[in-house]
Nanobody
Framework: QVQLVESGGGLVQAGGSLRLSCAASVSRSTFTTYTMGWFRQAPGKEREFVAAITWRLGPTYYADSVKGRFTISRDSAKNTVYLQMDSLKPEDTAVYYC?????????????????WGQGTQVTVSS
């Protein structure tokens, strides 16, 4: 069982930055076997893929809508994955979820992910 806890959401003006964190309650060796992803869900919309970083510090993947603005990273010493969000736009407003996929390949399909956090709200004002 993997518990994921997100933090770092909040209200920011367009053009600003936020950094989301997701802490996993597992051992360091177990954490490195999980591909970690970020998804988001805006009101009235389906949950959508944002970014993923594969296990063993493999490739990273981004949705076209955030490429060049968001950066995903992980710190295995802290069992934490981060999402640095720069040049934020009002359309980035959503609840952001962290997810874990054992030995995952960085899928954009949320059904591939085994564990989910409770989400953190990000609101970008214009």
């Amino acid at each position: 069982q993997v518990q994921l806890v997100e933090s770092g959401g909040g209200l920011v003006q367009a053009g600003g930055s936020l950094r989301l964190s997701c802490a996993a309650s597992v051992s360091r060796s177990t954490f490195t076997t999980y591909t970690m992803g970020w998804f988001r869900q805006a009101p009235g919309k389906e949950r959508e893929f944002v970014a993923a970083i594969t296990w063993r510090l493999g490739p990273t993947y981004y949705a076209d809508s955030v490429k060049g603005r968001f950066t995903i990273s992980r710190d295995s010493a802290k069992n934490t994955v981060y999402l640095q969000m720069d040049s934020l736009k009002p359309e980035d407003t959503a609840v952001y979820y962290c997810a874990a996929d054992l030995y995952g390949m960085g899928s954009q399909d949320s059904r591939e992910y085994d564990y989910w956090g409770q989400g953190t709200q990000v609101t970008v004002s214009s």
